[in-house]
C-alpha cells in the first residue's frame, strides 16, 4: 500500500514497479493463508452443520460462500502465474472458468469428506491429519524444491506443502504430472475410506436428518472424480505448456547487497512483476 501511494506523486514508475512485486510476493502469503486457515476454518464449519444436524440457511450461505472464495483466489492465482507468458498467451476466459470449476468442485469434494469422517469421528480427525501430513511432507521433500534462499526455510516451505497438500494440489517442481496422478489416486482412496467410515457410524447410530449416507458419500466421492474430468479437460485443451527459456522475466540476482541497511530494504533499481524470483519459479512449476 505504501508503494502505490508513492506511485501516486513521486517516482512513479519505480515505485509503482516495486508495488507488483511486492504484491506478487503477497499472493504467495495468501495462498498459504487459504490452505492453513479458511480450508480449515470452512472444514469446521461444515463438521459443526453435520453435528449439530441444524442447516441454518445463514450457515449454509456462508460455508458456500467460503468455498466460492477459496476457489476464486486459486483462479486468482492461476491469472497472476499468467504474468510470466508471452503476450498472446496471457488471456484466456474459457481456460479461467475450466480452472475455477475443477478447483472448485475437487476442494468442496475433499473438505465435505473431511468434515462427514470429523462429524461422527472428531478425535480421530487430528490422527488423521498428522498421518496424512506425514506422508505427504515426506513426498514434498522427495521432491527435491527449491523454493527458498536458505536450508532451514527451505523445510518449512515443505512443512507448508505438506498442509496445502491435505486440501488440494499444488505443483511445487517441474514435472510433476506423474505425482500429480499419483497424488490425486491417493487423495481418491482417502476420500473413499472416510466416507465410507461415515456411512458404517451412520449405520450403527443412525441420526434423524441422514436418511440416505450411501447417497450422499457416493456423491461426494462422484463430486471429486467429477472434478478430475474438469481438471484433465482444462489440462488438455486449456493449460499452456511452455520451456523454461520462454516464460517472460529473469530471475532476482542471489547476491546480498553487503551494506545491512540495504540487505532489509527493496531492491532500488525499478522492478518488474516478472523480477520476482519466488513467483517465476512457481510459473516454471506451474507451465514447464
Not at 18 to 47: C, G, H, N, W, Y
Request: with cysteine.
Amino acid at each position: 500500500m505504501e508503494k502505490s501511494v508513492q506511485s501516486l506523486y513521486r517516482k512513479r514508475a519505480d515505485a509503482e514497479s516495486v508495488a507488483k512485486f511486492l504484491r506478487q510476493d503477497l499472493r504467495i502469503l495468501r495462498f498459504i493463508e487459504t490452505f492453513s486457515e479458511s480450508a480449515p476454518q470452512l472444514a469446521l464449519m461444515l463438521t459443526i452443520i453435520l453435528h449439530e444436524g441444524r442447516l441454518d440457511p445463514v450457515t449454509v450461505l456462508k460455508a458456500i460462500g467460503s468455498t466460492l472464495s477459496i476457489a476464486s483466489f486459486l483462479t486468482t492465482y492461476d491469472h497472476s502465474m499468467r504474468a510470466f507468458l508471452p503476450e498472446k498467451e496471457k488471456h484466456h476466459m474459457i481456460s479461467l472458468v475450466f480452472y475455477f470449476i475443477w478447483n472448485l468442485v475437487l476442494i468442496s469434494s475433499r473438505i465435505a469428506a473431511l468434515a462427514l469422517f470429523a462429524s461422527v469421528l472428531p478425535c480421530f480427525i487430528f490422527a488423521h491429519f498428522i498421518c496424512s501430513w506425514l506422508v505427504l511432507f515426506f513426498f514434498a521433500w522427495r521432491s527435491k524444491t527449491n523454493f527458498m534462499d536458505d536450508p532451514r526455510g527451505e523445510w518449512l516451505y515443505r512443512t507448508t506443502v505438506g498442509l496445502i497438500w491435505y486440501f488440494n494440489w499444488f505443483s511445487v517442481a517441474k514435472g510433476m504430472r506423474i505425482r500429480s496422478m499419483l497424488y490425486h489416486t491417493y487423495i481418491l482412496i482417502d476420500i473413499c475410506i472416510l466416507c465410507g467410515l461415515w456411512c458404517w457410524k451412520m449405520s450403527t447410530d443412525p441420526p434423524d436428518f441422514v436418511t440416505h449416507p450411501l447417497t450422499t458419500a457416493a456423491c461426494v466421492v462422484a463430486v471429486y472424480i467429477l472434478g478430475l474430468l474438469f481438471k484433465v479437460i482444462y489440462f488438455t485443451f486449456f493449460h499452456p505448456n511452455f520451456d523454461k527459456d520462454k516464460l517472460k522475466g529473469a530471475t532476482i540476482p542471489e547476491e546480498q547487497p553487503e551494506d545491512e541497511e540495504r540487505s532489509h530494504s527493496v531492491p532500488t533499481r525499478p522492478l518488474k512483476a516478472t523480477d520476482n524470483k519466488r513467483m517465476r519459479k512457481l510459473a516454471e512449476n506451474f507451465f514447464c
